[in-house]
């Protein structure tokens, strides 16, 4: 099974706490585990935390930073471990190593501390008192947001499960399946939320996990054709509402008869670009939020919310750049500049609210940037070894024309979205999870993934040109992102559409139940194209390269190229369901 989450970099407003010393070594109520003749050591060498050293880094998702009354809780999930900062010493107390690729990060009301384990599927607990008797328990194959529910911990995970997490008794409990592809968690006075991931959608749930109403992040007036996309993080705020980092895509991009090809740079309707980020402030009883688009900042991975509506963004800049950003909210509608002050170069990928400012996360060297709201600021060093990346900078660092490969191909899946280009017509984002398979582009015109960046990211983009040795080591580390956990289905009915599958020749094309061919086929709609991959179909919604198939049973409607695609217009409604389901379970 295969994952990409992303890397990124750090826009964000500036604020933080004031230092204090003198406090002793037991603050938290431990010391680190030292021997009898080290008790009165303090905190471990830096050197000495443990670095990650095999597989490729993986993609930044954000959230991976808490904030409690006197330590910073830190996932660190390029070196897979868990760090406990003293706030007011600004040393690491405690250091939780060899845990794989740590999350989301959740400190509840009983001071417990819960992180979702992305590279194994489980939840990490411990008590903050006594942080070296974790417990771990299996979840899901991809857990993504938690929250403290009224009877517990809830887990949501990639697939659509929600489970309610005793880490006491070391068990998950399926509450239901309200939608695919859940993201955060929240809750705001007493009423628990889940955002969609490629969708931007946010949906109320009760505690039971049965959908309640669905709520669609609307765009301000002068943005026909534009939609919310990739809700990358949502937080709750102090004030009782939700703020989510997403992006906001424009499909339909208006021909350039100048530009034969089409280039992302521009005609993004005001912001620039085709694809930019945004953040929407919402009460729960909003019936349309409307998003606030940013100009500036691409991938907004992660978000925090100040008093004041001072916004902090972690986002993605420009190589060796980094900036932290302010906006402040119920600004005017349209495009929004943001101000803010600099911090130190380098790729920050989460950011939290403290009582008086904010605090950021960067990568490599890995640390910490706190900044008072008085514009006061200092930094925690954090060490372990060097985790820098060249091909996942590539594919995170925003061109000059403010787009990242992340933005269209969010932790190397795909945004969900059909555009309209001049040369190509309706297309839509394929996902690039589970290995790439030349020649590429939507008809295969690009032989190679060295082309496919000359072409894409160098003159579309207007991003820099791309060495052999960089586009060598982005194919590796794209091969290497596993594949999302899939919906649990009838094993039964599965096995028989894997029949169904074979005996209508999906498998002539599809190889190996659910890879590519490399060829282009027309299948009846419109032309020649590319054999797509099927790993994770069933959440990759829609389908088919103009978008035709809003679920997987649609694909099989005429306009979806029907008998065209695939023996498969005769199939019995309990053979096409089998098949459906073995389409799923990919």
Known sequence: MRSLPTRLLLLGAALLLPACNGLPDDL??????????????????????APRETGPPPPVSGGTLAVGERVFIVADPDRDRVLLVDRFTRDVRVALNDLPEPGRVLLDGRGQVHVLLRGSGEVLSFDLDRPDHPVRTPVCGAPRGLVEGPAGLIVACASGGLYAVDPDEGTATLLGRPATDLRDLVRVRD????????????????????LGRRIQLRLPQGTDGARAAVAWRMVATDDGRLAIAHQVAHPERPNNQDDPQP?????GGGCGPLV?????????????????PLDGAALPVDVAVGPGGQVALAAAS???EASARALLAGAPSGCMATEGRPLPPARYTAVARTATGFVYQARNPAALEIVEDDGQRWSVPLGGGSVADDSLALFHDATRAGLACASCHPEGEDDGITWHFQTEGRVRTPSLRGGLVAPFHWRGELPSLSALLSEVMTRRM????????RVAALSTWLDGLPTLDVELQDTEAVARGADVFAAAGCSGCHLDGGGADGLGHDVGTGGVF???????????LPLMHDGCAATLADRFRPACGGANHGATAGLAPRDQADLVAYLKSL
Do not use: I, K, M, N
């Open 276 to 292: 930019v980020g945004a953040v929407t402030l919402l009460h729960p009883d909003d019936q349309a939020p409307v998003a606030q």
């Open 28 to 49: 938290f109520g431990f010391t680190f585990d030292a021997g009898p003749d080290e008790a009165d050591a303090g905190p471990p060498p830096l050197a000495d935390l």
């Open 462 to 469: 207007e991003g820099p040109a791309v060495s052999a040795e």
């Open 530 to 540: 590319q054999t797509p991959t099927l790993w994770g179909a069933g959440r990759r």
């Open 263 to 267: 280039a992302y740079g521009g005609g």
């Open 191 to 210: 009423r628990l939320f889940a955002s969609r991931f490629r969708a931007a959608e946010v949906l109320e749930l009760d505690d039971s996990g049965r």
């Open 318 to 320: 420009g190589l060796g």
